[in-house]
C-alpha cells in the first residue's frame, strides 16, 4: 500500500486463514497471509495448518469423493490468491498492539504495519512422541488425533482400534469410534479416568471398549500402516503387544498463541484467544480470531472456515466504521 500500512494482516494459513483472505480479498481489502514455515513439535508442523497431515478428508461439503488435506488447502490458498491476496512465507513472531496502526514482526525481523489484523494460526494435537507413531500419521498410516475426522474411514470400519487418553476429548474419540470398530481399546496411564461420570458411563458400559489400565504406549508397529501397539504397564513394567489397524491419540492440543503473550490480546487459563461474544472479536479493537485458536470445542475444518468468513466480515465492518475504505464494491456476504 502506498502508505505503507496494510489494510489487514492475516496470521496463519488454515481453513481459517484462507478463507478470511477470500472474504477479505474480494473485499477489496489486500489482505496479507502471513503463511508460517515448518517446524517441529515434536511432530510436524506445516503451513496450512492440521490438514496437511491428514491424508483423506471425507467430511468436507463440496467433496463427494473426498480430498486430500494438502490438496485442499492448496485449493483454498489457490482461491485466496485468485482474488489478490498477498502471501509471505514466515511466522509472526511479535505483535505490537499497543497503538495503532499496529505492529507485527515476523521471523526475518522484518514489521508489518496494520490497521487490523485476523490471527488463525490454530492449534496443534499433543503427540505421545514415538517415532513411528509421527511417521505413520504423516503418511496416512492409521495414526489420527481426530476420530471424528477419520474414525469413519474405511480402513477403520470393522477393525480394532485404540485410543490414548483419559479425558473427556478421549472417552468422546472412543465412543464415537465403537460405531464403526469391531473393538477399542482405551489406554491410560492411571487407574481411573479424568473424564466427567457421564462420559465414563457411556464408555465403560460399551461392550465394544476394553480398558488398558496404568499404561502408556512404548512403541508403535506397522511399516506401510500401524499393526500394533505395544504398552507398558507402569506399575508392573510388563509389556503387551495389541493388535489394532488404527491409533487415535486424544491427550489434548496446544493453541498456537506463544507469540500473542504480552501482546494484550486475552487469553484463557489453556492458551485459547478470548472472543467477546458469538463473533470474532477480541479483547482488542482491531484484532480479531478464527480458527481453532478459539476453538477447543469443535476443531473441525468447516467450523473454522466458517470462523474465518466471520472474522473478515467483521474486520471489513469495522475498518468501514473506521473510515479505512475498501477500494472495490465491498463484501459479498450473500451466495455470489
Same mark, same amino acid.
Given at each position: 500500500m502506498a502508505s505503507g500500512i496494510e489494510k489487514v494482516v492475516i496470521v496463519g494459513s488454515g481453513p481459517a486463514g484462507w478463507t478470511a483472505a477470500i472474504y477479505a480479498a474480494r473485499?477489496?481489502?489486500?489482505?496479507?497471509?502471513?503463511?508460517?514455515?515448518p517446524a517441529t513439535n515434536p511432530a510436524p508442523v506445516l503451513p496450512g495448518g492440521q490438514l496437511m497431515l491428514t491424508t483423506e478428508v471425507e467430511n468436507y461439503p463440496g467433496f463427494p469423493h473426498g480430498v486430500t488435506g494438502p490438496e485442499m488447502m492448496a485449493k483454498?490458498?489457490?482461491?485466496?490468491?485468485?482474488?489478490?491476496?498477498?502471501?509471505?512465507?514466515?511466522?509472526?513472531?511479535?505483535?505490537?498492539?499497543?497503538?495503532?496502526?499496529?505492529?507485527?514482526?515476523?521471523?526475518?525481523?522484518?514489521t508489518v504495519k496494520a490497521h487490523s489484523v485476523i490471527l488463525s494460526t490454530g492449534a496443534t494435537a499433543n503427540w505421545l512422541?514415538?517415532?513411528?507413531?509421527?511417521?505413520l500419521a504423516q503418511t496416512g498410516g492409521g495414526v489420527s488425533a481426530c476420530a471424528v475426522c477419520d474414525g469413519a474411514l474405511p480402513a477403520f470400519r470393522n477393525q480394532p482400534l485404540a485410543v490414548v487418553?483419559?479425558?473427556?476429548?478421549?472417552?468422546?474419540?472412543?465412543?464415537?469410534?465403537?460405531?464403526?470398530?469391531s473393538k477399542v481399546y482405551v489406554i491410560h496411564r492411571r487407574d481411573s479416568l479424568r473424564a466427567s461420570k457421564s462420559m465414563q458411563e457411556r464408555v465403560l458400559g460399551n461392550p465394544k471398549v476394553e480398558m488398558v489400565w496404568d499404561s502408556a504406549v512404548e512403541d508403535v508397529v506397522g511399516q506401510a500402516?500401524?499393526?500394533?501397539?505395544?504398552?507398558?504397564?507402569?506399575?508392573?513394567?510388563?509389556?503387551?503387544?495389541?493388535?489394532?489397524? &488404527?491409533?487415535? /491419540?486424544a491427550?489434548?492440543?496446544?493453541?498456537?498463541?506463544?507469540?500473542?503473550?504480552?501482546?494484550? /490480546?486475552?487469553?484463557?487459563?489453556?492458551?485459547?484467544?478470548?472472543?467477546?461474544?458469538?463473533?470474532?472479536?477480541?479483547?482488542?479493537? &482491531?484484532?480479531?480470531?478464527?480458527?481453532?485458536?478459539?476453538?477447543?470445542?469443535?476443531?473441525?475444518?468447516?467450523?473454522?472456515?466458517?470462523?474465518?468468513?466471520?472474522?473478515? /466480515?467483521?474486520c471489513e465492518r469495522w475498518l468501514a466504521?473506521?473510515?479505512?475504505?475498501?477500494? &472495490?464494491?465491498?463484501?459479498?456476504?450473500?451466495?455470489?
Open positions: 473485499a477489496s481489502l489486500q489482505p496479507v497471509v502471513y503463511v508460517g514455515v483454498f490458498r489457490e482461491q485466496a490468491e485468485r482474488f489478490g491476496t498477498r502471501v509471505v512465507d514466515a511466522n509472526i513472531d511479535r505483535c505490537d498492539f499497543g497503538r495503532r496502526p499496529f505492529t507485527l514482526t515476523d521471523s526475518e525481523g522484518r512422541g514415538l517415532p513411528n507413531e509421527l511417521r487418553g483419559g479425558g473427556d476429548t478421549a472417552m468422546e474419540e472412543a465412543s464415537y469410534l465403537t460405531k464403526f470398530a500402516t500401524i499393526e500394533a501397539v505395544v504398552t507398558k504397564n507402569l506399575k508392573t513394567g510388563a509389556t503387551r503387544r495389541i493388535d489394532v489397524r &488404527g491409533l487415535f /491419540i491427550i489434548g492440543h496446544s493453541p498456537a498463541t506463544k507469540f500473542l503473550q504480552g501482546s494484550g /490480546i486475552e487469553l484463557d487459563e489453556k492458551g485459547y484467544v478470548m472472543l467477546r461474544s458469538r463473533g470474532s472479536q477480541t479483547n482488542l479493537e &482491531g484484532v480479531f480470531a478464527a480458527g481453532d485458536l478459539a476453538d477447543q470445542v469443535y476443531r473441525q475444518a468447516i467450523t473454522a472456515a466458517g470462523m474465518g468468513c466471520q472474522a473478515a /466480515i467483521d466504521g473506521q473510515g479505512v475504505h475498501c477500494a &472495490g464494491p465491498g463484501l459479498h456476504i450473500g451466495p455470489s
